[in-house]
């Protein structure tokens, strides 16, 4: 059965309001499957999310200065964003701040206790 701690931070991430559905739903279904025989899937279900999710401070940097992310936050907001993230990869962070990359990236740090 999986370790408490892991499904705290896998519960991190069904509570953060960065986390996409898609990444919701299969962290609500590993959580659901602990200690069945469908945990094993679901663990590999969840990491393959977590690996399409979790963004870089590169990859959000990228997105906040193209036209999507223009649309998603707007002219203003998304040059903010552009200007936090120039400042974290200067200051060496890799992972995204926001809480769902965060929680996310924690669950990554820790894969292989999602299939005990």
């Known amino acids: 059965m999986a370790n408490q701690a892991i499904i705290e931070k896998v519960n991190a991430v069904v509570a953060a309001p960065s986390s996409c ?26 990491i393959a999310e977590l690996e399409e999710d979790v963004m870089t401070t590169q990859n959000l940097l990228d997105l ?30 890799t992972v995204c701040p926001c809480p769902g990359c965060q929680a996310g990236h924690a669950v990554l740090e820790v894969k292989e206790g999602l299939f005990e």
Do not use: H
């Open 64 to 93: 906040v200065t193209s036209e999507r992310g223009t649309q998603i936050f707007g002219a203003e907001k998304a040059g903010q964003i552009a200007e936090e993230a120039r400042q974290m990869i200067a200051a060496g962070q």
């Open 21 to 46: 559905p898609e990444l919701k739903e299969a962290a609500n279904k590993w959580l659901a499957a602990v200690g069945t025989d469908a945990q094993e899937e679901a663990a590999k279900n969840l």
